[in-house]
């Protein structure tokens, strides 16, 4: 159990490096299992747990995996198991990519359904749909999917009901070694999507297309290992340029693609920030009052899901009243109740966030409902009056490599702590977190 305690009141500058994209290592990690040869390596892979917990999946199949200082080899060449553990897959939802790979390649595949941040249903109708149109018989019972198809897979022409990214990812992973070609209508167009068009082609399948709505896969007979860099994470990019703009700072985001983050830069600058892309970075500089403005969520190049309620925090400082309609996931606003919990004034009506700027924060005891509504609360916490606790620091340790020190670097007063079974009872007699381990004279383990 550990906790991020947070003292408000700092200007962020100075300059902070973006770690590789979450979003598109989980997918890419899963493709590697297509490497009947040669090893794959996978570089600027974030330490992050969801980084292990598919890396686990992957050994649990039968993979050599090994990490070390942000470089992932893959050895594929033996698969040994097609059932991915219910241990693991219900950990992180994006564990079910391995369905593709594994289906295409082995024929047969058993997967658990999908875990993950509680921010919707998150059904997986359009996965199993394309699937299906492939020739794959799809069983459902007790919790697990069987896929099996009798001899490879074929291409179909499949039309996914929405763009989701992961359905997009994982028939695109499936129709790389079908017999024919497969065309993908109304498909995600996110970065990540084309992060790992290119690192399936360099494994020499044939992807065209990708990053627009209509992908275009010819399958080959077999695929080998390769060497891929993976992009910058636009989300973990965008959570730091908005920490910035919140606390009226100067800093330069290295590593941020402004091709990434078009809609967070266009909200950032409407609302009167300074935003200037540079060749390897974006800096970004806050020097006036805020203005309101509404914020509608929706696939890439929409305003992201996963930036709202970052977004939502800084909007609760800014002058007026905004309107943030979440469109993407039916439950996404679990952030506000820990938002009213500091003194933010939010109602939800439906889909819709009506914030009121201007608000005099105060620090808070708040959880983190899900990974990015962590980010949010901590951002909050940094202009916050007094100290903010944030908990279930697991979330936030999916998706963000070393939070604290990283905002630490720009001169947030920041820290991680861990508590064990004294400091907990010492806490709970009414002692300060940080009291408790100058108590017990233990520092504090930063993130
Ligand atoms: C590991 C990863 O890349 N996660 C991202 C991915 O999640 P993920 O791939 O799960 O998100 P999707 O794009 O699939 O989901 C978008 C919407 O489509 C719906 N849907 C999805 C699949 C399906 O078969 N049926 C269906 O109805 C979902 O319930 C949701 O309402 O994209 C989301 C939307 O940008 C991001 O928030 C997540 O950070
Ligand atoms: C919702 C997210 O991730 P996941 O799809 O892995 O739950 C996220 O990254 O904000």
Not at 44 to 69: C, F, H, Q, W
């Amino acid at each position: 159990m550990s906790k991020f305690i947070v003292r408000g009141g700092n200007v962020l500058t100075g300059n902070v490096k973006v770690s590789g994209a979450k979003n598109s290592v989980l997918p890419i990690i899963a493709a590697s299992l297509l490497g009947e040869e040669e090893i794959s390596i996978i570089r600027d892979a974030p330490p992050l747990d969801d980084v292990m917990t598919i890396n686990k999946v992957l050994e649990a199949l039968g993979a050599e995996v090994s990490y070390d200082r942000e470089v992932i080899t893959v050895n594929a060449q033996n698969i040994a198991s097609c059932e991915a553990p219910y241990e693991l897959v219900r950990k992180m939802r994006a564990s079910f990519l391995v369905m593709g790979p594994l289906l295409t390649r082995k024929g047969y595949t058993r997967i658990s359904l999908p875990g993950g941040c509680a921010i919707g249903t998150r059904p997986i109708d359009q996965h199993l749909k394309g699937f299906e149109a492939m020739g794959a018989e799809i069983t459902l019972g007790q919790g697990f999917i069987e896929a099996r198809s009798n001899g490879r897979l074929h291409g179909a022409k499949i039309y996914l009901d929405v763009a989701s990214v992961g359905a997009t990812e994982n028939i695109m992973m499936a129709a790389t070694l079908a017999e024919g070609t497969t065309v993908i209508e109304n498909a995600a167009k996110e970065p990540e999507i084309v992060d790992l068009a290119n690192y399936l082609n360099s494994m020499g399948a044939v992807v065209r297309g990708a990053g627009t709505g209509v992908i275009r896969i010819e399958g080959v007979e077999k695929l080998r290992g390769t060497d891929h860099t993976v992009i910058p994470d636009r989300v973990e990019a965008g959570t730091f340029m908005i920490a910035a703009a919140m606390t009226g700072g100067n800093v330069f985001v290295e590593g941020a693609i402004a091709d990434h983050l078009g809609p967070v830069i266009s909200k950032l600058e409407e609302m009167g920030v300074t935003v200037d892309a540079q060749e390897n970075g974006i800096r970004v500089i806050a020097d006036k009052p805020l203005k309101a403005v509404d914020v509608k969520t929706l696939p890439y190049p929409g305003f992201p899901t996963d930036m709202q309620s970052q977004m939502m925090a800084l909007l609760l400082i800014s002058q007026g009243t905004s309107v943030v309609t979440e469109t993407v996931f039916e439950n996404r606003f679990m952030h506000v109740e820990q938002f009213q919990l500091m003194n933010a004034e939010i109602k939800v009506e439906g889909r819709s966030a009506i914030v009121t700027g201007g608000s005099k924060l105060s620090g808070a005891k708040v959880c983190a409902t899900d990974l990015r509504a962590g980010a949010a609360l901590i951002i909050a916490g940094l202009v916050a009056e007094g100290t903010t606790e944030v908990s279930g620091t697991h979330h936030i340790d999916r998706g963000y490599v070393h939070l604290a020190e990283k905002l630490a670097g720009l001169g947030a007063d920041i820290y991680r702590i861990s508590l064990n079974e004294d400091a907990k009872s010492a806490a709970a007699e009414g002692a300060t977190n940080k009291k408790v381990f100058q108590k017990l004279n233990i520092q504090p383990t930063l993130a």
